[in-house]
């Protein structure tokens, strides 16, 4: 029985072990002021810190090179040379973040590819709850320089909606 037991506790920590936080996954990012898409984003965790890629940009060519963000390193980003050499699909703007509990992200950092500026990066997941504010899954991305910051509100997307953003 004992030994039954120690296999049912085993199977279902591994269990457990299986299911993502649900900020992982693809995510598409949209302008504050427009509405319109900016860009599909992968976002996993590895090794206990959470990481963000972009995957596709919108209304751009997808080999764009960071360009404003020229002349600008950051000693703690895992790129060393000038961030307008980077190419901003592939590269992950976001990272080092660590898990508060589930779904609540922070003390992290993201990079705007369009100037370069680093800040920040805290990362809240909120269930649909069929509300006007969250009728899908929504990712709170808000970025802080010291007291002030702002969020953006990013939309659960399936892999291809995330990679087909053109």
Known sequence: MKKIFGLFLVAFMAMGMCFADPVEGYWISYDEKSGEATAGWEIKAQDGKLFGTIVAVAGKPQDIKATGAKGKKYNNFSYKGDLS????????????????????????????????????CRITFHAADGSEKYPVDTLEMRGEVGPFGRSQFWKSATEEEAKGLR
Do not use: A, F, H, M
């Open 85 to 120: 050499d980077l190419t901003t699909v592939g590269t992950t703007w976001i990272w080092d973040l660590v898990q508060k509990s589930e779904g609540k992200w922070e003390k992290g950092y993201i990079i705007d590819p369009n100037d370069g500026n680093r800040y920040k």
